[in-house]
Structure formats: structure tokens, C-alpha cells
């Protein structure tokens, strides 16, 4: 990073940090597009606390979130995860990545546009592919044709994350030049610029 480059990045945390106040900047996406990596990340950068609503749902479950898909099907899964979401977004600031399916359910989503900042990471098919494809924990795509599940849910659910208010294209970079994509996008708010990062 250039010294012009580390001044912008730095002034644009500070111009995040003031958009987000005390509230959460919450992450969500499809599986794959980053959302842990670049929220821990950005929560690293703008010196606030990170929490994985997943990671917490394992916490309090005590079973990990195959299992939970497993014994309880998922519209058990999503009430448990609405309840979670729903006390993480209580207290902040914080960055909080949410599980693929979370912004899909009604009360969730309506509760993360009222009390947080919404950032939804959008990513192409073959990246996201190209990213789950390497593990076979993503209860979702235990299917006959897993790609073409991971299909038809990026048609049905880009619609619903289109809502959130903010959108950054997560792609083949590294991963502090998306989380410094988030952090602009973030800051565009502070001047009521556009909502929009584009590369």
C-alpha cells in the first residue's frame, strides 16, 4: 500500500466508524462469498468486535449446524437463528456475518435493515463454487448436483440481498482490498454518496 493509499484507507475508517455509531454492520451473502473472512477483517480494521452468527449458533446449540440441519430440519434451524441474530443485534458495534439463508427469513431481515448496516457481499456463481466446492459441509448442497443448487439459490435469494444497503463485489482479490472495499462503501455514507462499490 502507498502512503496516499494507507491516508484514504485510514480516513475512511474513521468516516465508517462514524456511519456505524453504535450500531452492527452486518454481513450477508451466499455461502462462499466471504463474509467471515472479510468481517473479521473489516472488524479488525475499524478496532471493533466480531461475532459469526453460525459459530454462535454451534455455541449455544452445542451441535454444529450440520447436526442441526440433521435433527431438527431447517425451519427449526431458522427459528434458532432468527433468536441468535436477534441478540446480537441488541448490543454493538460490532461486524456480524450471518449464515446464507438468514437475510431470507422476513423477521431477520427486517430487523437487520431497522437496527444495523447491511452489507451484502455478491459474488459470481464460479466463485462461490469455486470456493464450496472444496468442503462438503454445507448441509444445502448435499444434493445430487451441488452447483446446480448453489445455482438456483443465488436466483432465488439475490433478489432478497439486493435489499441490503450496501453492496461490495466479492471476487478473485485479496482479501484486505474487498474488506477496504467495504470499509469506502461504508464511508460513502458519511457524504450520502452512492451505496454501491463497484471495482
Not at 22 to 30: A, E, I, P, Q
Not at 72 to 96: D, M, N, T
Request: proline share 4%; with cysteine; net charge positive.
Amino acid at each position: 500500500m502507498t502512503e496516499e493509499q494507507t491516508s484514504a484507507l485510514e480516513q475512511d475508517i474513521a468516516k465508517a466508524r462514524r456511519v456505524l455509531g453504535r450500531r452492527n454492520l452486518v454481513f450477508v451473502g451466499l455461502m462462499g462469498a466471504g463474509k467471515s473472512v472479510i468481517g473479521r477483517l473489516v472488524a479488525q480494521m475499524l478496532d471493533i468486535p466480531f461475532v459469526d452468527s453460525d459459530h454462535e449458533i454451534e455455541r449455544v446449540s452445542r451441535m454444529t449446524i450440520e447436526e442441526l440441519f440433521q435433527t431438527y430440519g431447517e425451519p427449526e434451524f431458522r427459528a434458532l437463528e432468527a433468536r441468535v441474530i436477534k441478540r446480537l443485534l441488541k448490543s454493538g458495534p460490532r461486524v456480524l456475518s450471518t449464515g446464507g439463508g438468514a437475510f431470507m427469513n422476513d423477521a431477520t431481515r427486517t430487523m437487520v435493515l431497522s437496527s444495523g448496516l447491511s452489507v451484502w457481499l455478491k459474488a459470481d456463481l464460479e466463485i462461490l463454487w469455486a470456493r464450496v466446492s472444496k468442503r462438503d459441509t454445507r448441509p444445502l448442497l448435499k444434493t445430487a448436483n451441488p452447483k446446480q443448487t448453489l445455482s438456483i439459490l443465488l436466483d432465488q435469494r439475490y433478489p432478497v440481498y439486493a435489499q441490503a444497503r450496501l453492496t461490495v463485489q466479492s471476487r478473485d482479490e485479496p482479501k484486505e482490498i474487498i474488506a477496504a472495499e467495504a470499509i469506502a462503501a461504508i464511508a460513502l455514507l458519511d457524504c450520502g454518496q452512492n451505496t454501491v462499490a463497484t471495482p
